[in-house]
């Protein structure tokens, strides 16, 4: 049964930085594509960035773009989101998504998407 597993959330001053990981078992991110999204209280559910599983690469959000950077590990099946120059309105919950049809090129929309993980918070606050 796939499984994705978010973690590495916490509280951070504006400016720190933060790395999540998005950990899957039962799938291998080798043929997957991986969204990140987050949501914060009162707003829809955002695309932040995602990257493919094929050599399409990664793709990112204008209002994360320069901060943000995903990237993947599969030797460890896992994938990173590196946040930078964290700002107070980055404060959500991410989540990890993937599409178990397995289709190659990533898009940042939620229905792209249909197995999320449960989510992480990310609190940037002095």
């Known amino acids: 049964q796939a499984r994705l597993v978010e973690s590495g959330g916490g509280l951070v001053q504006p400016g720190g930085s933060l790395r999540l990981s998005c950990a899957a078992s039962?799938?291998?991110?080798?043929?997957?594509?991986i969204g990140w999204f987050r949501q914060a209280p009162g707003k829809e559910r955002e695309a932040v960035t995602c990257?493919?599983?094929?050599?399409?690469?990664?793709k990112t959000a204008d209002s994360v773009k320069g901060r943000f950077t995903i990237s993947r590990d599969i030797a460890k099946n896992t994938v990173y989101l590196q946040m930078n120059s964290l700002k107070p309105e980055d404060t959500a919950v991410y989540y990890c998504?993937?599409?178990?049809?397995?289709?190659?090129?990533?898009?940042?929309?939620?229905?792209?998407?249909?197995?999320w993980g449960q989510g992480t918070q990310v609190t940037v606050s002095s």
């Open positions: 039962g799938l291998s991110l080798e043929y997957y594509y």
């Open positions: 990257i493919s599983s094929s050599r399409s690469g990664a």
């Open positions: 998504a993937t599409n178990l049809a397995g289709y190659r090129e990533c898009v940042l929309r939620s229905n792209g998407y249909d197995y």
